[in-house]
């Protein structure tokens, strides 16, 4: 079997806000094609992974590697071009909410800009190749008509598939996705989770979505990772992911109970040896 | 079976009467607070020589001085009316003195997207110094500068407004939602990309309407700043009052009473036609 190389590395990466854990010590690769689903609880360090990753929030232990960079070095031009390459889908969209559509969708293509056509996109004014673009992107999640439409007066499901559009049109290595669902209805929640897992296949983009639903992790995702009080607690194909494990993940039982306490105790130990 | 054990209440626990957790009553401290505030209130009433009585004994004068308004005279109704403009325009052209002013200034002073919390503070402070010096005096130290005339009280009027309308900038943008700039600095936006599309679009309407109170109060402002030699309307009505010629400040006094009025409805027309 031919080896692939990863798209993200982690090596012993762990954070802390001030005093407390938020991430354990995990060490991981994610490669492209992939589409990994992040599960656990409020609070277990799901969004802190994701925001460690696109580098809006640095580790405080460890390493994390995109492709060939070390994510710690990044400044300034460099890590806008990281934040180029990661595509970001939110549970609440962060679209410009008084901006029309296509200006939205445009927005994915800020970091593509050089020259005069930067300056100029500063008047949102965008060369006719970036505006085919974004008006391609929308086509494909549906959404054309509504491209004069200010943004805020479409549907949360309407507006998720916008915010797919823009990350069509930012063109980026991997997807992150912070909830992308929690905030829609069934309907809208399969369009978009199938959207993006042909995004993952068909570009062979890594897809990396936490998600509260463990059936949609289940339908959609090839690994998961599931995270408890900061610490990683499955890492596995889906098919693996049991109901032991969503048990394991998502109740508190006594046994599981006296595990936390167990993996606090030696997330406190590494805290003060590091 | 008791009263409550029906509906919704059936659920809920029942046994001796409960007490709420301790909190303390506010009821003290205000009491404080307005004895304290009465105290202030009436030694600053000794000290502004508050005596509302002799409004009363002094009404026949105050009479005397408003028969001199009742008959506004025409005579130099042309000279006025073009110190009318002149103020319009002093107003103008320090208006826009004040918004060029207050972009970098209020975008600088904004806790939230100022690249530096040195530069952040530096910004915050030039617009405390902008706002705490009155526009007449800026206006007088104007005057020594460049002369007496227009482009004196322009100046003035735009740096102190620049000041203020910087701080009102720069509190409307620590006040907006950090996602909707999140969802533009994540597709790798430069800082000036991210203030044109991220921030801009969700400031823009808050300034505007700041922009045009601050013209009607700049407005009220030039047709003064003449008073100390900085152009307009506001030399005449100095000079009509000061040699008690009641009836051309009559007339001095209509005319910025209607260029206020003029532009107090048509910034409102712009509002609503653009918010």
């Known amino acids: ?81 990281h934040r180029r390459r990661v595509g970001m889908i939110y549970q609440q969209f962060n679209l410009v909410r008084r901006l029309r559509v296509l200006d939205n969708v445009l927005i994915g293509r800020l970091g593509h800009l050089s020259g005069v ?20 992107c929308l086509q494909h999640v549906g959404l054309l008509e509504r491209a004069w439409q200010r943004t805020d007066t479409l549907s949360g499901g309407e507006q998720q598939r916008v915010a797919i559009a823009k990350i069509l049109a930012q063109e980026p290595e991997v997807i992150l996705a912070d909830e992308p669902i929690a905030s829609l209805d069934l309907a809208n929640s ?40 900061g610490h990683l607690v499955f890492d596995g194909p889906v098919a693996d992911f049991t109901d032991a494990e969503v048990q394991n993940v998502f109740h508190e039982g006594r046994p599981a109970k006296i595990a936390d306490e167990a993996l606090n105790a030696i997330g406190a130990l590494e805290w003060v040896a590091g | 079976m ?24 506010a009821v003290g401290r205000s009491l404080v607070a307005a004895a304290g505030l009465a105290l202030v209130l009436a030694w600053a009433a000794r000290v502004v020589e508050l005596r509302p009585l002799e409004l009363l004994r002094d009404s026949g004068n105050i009479l ?19 110190q009318a403009v002149v103020t319009v325009c002093i107003a103008l052209w320090g208006s826009l003195l004040a918004i060029v002013l207050a972009i970098p200034l209020g975008i600088l002073g904004s806790r939230n997207i100022s690249p530096h919390p040195v530069v952040y503070h530096l910004a915050r402070r030039v617009m405390d110094l902008l706002r705490a010096v009155n526009e007449f005096v800026f206006a007088l130290m104007f005057v020594t500068a460049v002369g007496l005339g227009p482009f004196a009280g322009m100046l003035a009027l735009g740096i102190h407004t620049g000041g203020v309308l910087g701080k009102l900038l720069s509190e409307t943008i620590e006040a907006i939602d950090p996602g909707q700039v999140e969802g533009v600095t994540s597709v790798g ?58 009836s051309e400040a009559a007339t001095v006094i209509l005319l910025i009473v209607a260029i206020v009025m003029c532009v107090d409805v048509l910034s409102s027309r712009i509002r609503r036609f653009a918010i």
């Open chain 1, 190 to 229: 399969e369009q978009v989770m199938d959207t993006l897992r042909h995004i993952a296949t068909d570009s062979d983009l890594a897809v990396i979505a936490t998600l509260h639903h463990v059936d949609f992790a289940r339908r959609y995702a090839d690994r998961v990772l599931a995270f408890r009080a």
């Open chain 2, 189 to 246: 936006a430069s800082r000036l990309q991210v203030i044109a599309f991220g921030v801009a679009p969700q400031v823009a309407p808050n300034f505007l309407s700041y922009i045009l109170l601050r013209f009607e109060s700049d407005i009220r402002s030039a047709s003064v700043i003449g008073m100390v030699g900085g152009g307009g309307i506001g030399f005449y009505l100095w000079d009509t009052i000061r040699s008690f010629n009641d």
């Open chain 1, 1 to 81: 079997m031919k080896t692939i190389a990863p798209i993200f590395r982690l090596e012993h990466v762990s954070k802390h806000y001030s005093s407390r854990r938020a991430l354990g010590t995990l060490s991981l690769t994610v490669k492209p094609g992939e589409f990994v689903a992040v599960i656990g609880r409020s609070g277990a360090g799901k969004t802190t992974l994701l925001r460690c990753l696109a580098r809006f929030t640095p580790v405080t232990g460890g390493r994390v590697y995109f492709r060939d960079d070390d994510l710690a070095t990044l400044r300034g031009a460099a890590l806008r071009r």
């Open chain 1, 117 to 136: 056509a930067r300056l100029l996109a500063l008047g949102r004014r965008f060369p006719s190749a970036d505006r085919d673009i974004a008006a391609r």
């Open chain 2, 2 to 25: 008791g009263r409550g054990m029906t509906g919704t209440l059936a659920g809920v626990d029942r046994g001796p009467a409960l007490e709420l957790p301790p909190h303390t009553s």
């Open chain 2, 64 to 82: 005397v001085f408003l028969k001199g308004f009742l008959r506004p005279s025409f005579a130099h109704i042309g000279e006025y009316a073009w």
